[in-house]
């Protein structure tokens, strides 16, 4: 299962769960009518990426592992635009027994 983000966005996932998490730059690249030159995604301590992040048509997907039951993690996905735009998004994500 992939969970799409679109800002702001809280996710659960299970403490032995590997799942995708994307996030959705479409609508705000038509408005500024801009690409994707670059992206990282920042995974904070305790969860693990797994495999490298995917770029593909204004989508960021990046598959994650682990974490702690209770506690809530921020994972950050960054661009910059062929324009030079630089922008961020959360996915705020809650690690809950499923």
């Known amino acids: 299962m992939a969970f799409s983000a679109t800002q702001p966005f809280s ?3 299970d403490p032995s769960a590997r ?5 959705d730059w ?3 690249l038509a408005a500024v009518n801009d690409t994707i030159d670059e992206a990282t ?7 693990t990426a797994v495999g490298a992040r995917v770029i593909a048509d204004g989508l ?3 598959r994650v592992e682990g974490g702690v039951l209770g ?9 910059t ?4 735009l630089i922008d961020e998004k959360t996915i705020n994500l ?3 027994n499923q």
């Open 26 to 28: 479409r609508p705000w």
């Open 11 to 13: 996710a659960t996932k």
């Open 81 to 84: 635009t062929v324009g030079g």
């Open 60 to 62: 960021i997907t990046q």
């Open 71 to 79: 506690d809530t993690y921020k994972m950050v996905c960054r661009i």
């Open 19 to 23: 799942l995708d998490y994307t996030w």
């Open 41 to 47: 995604v920042y995974i904070p301590e305790g969860l």
């Open 94 to 96: 809650t690690i809950l």
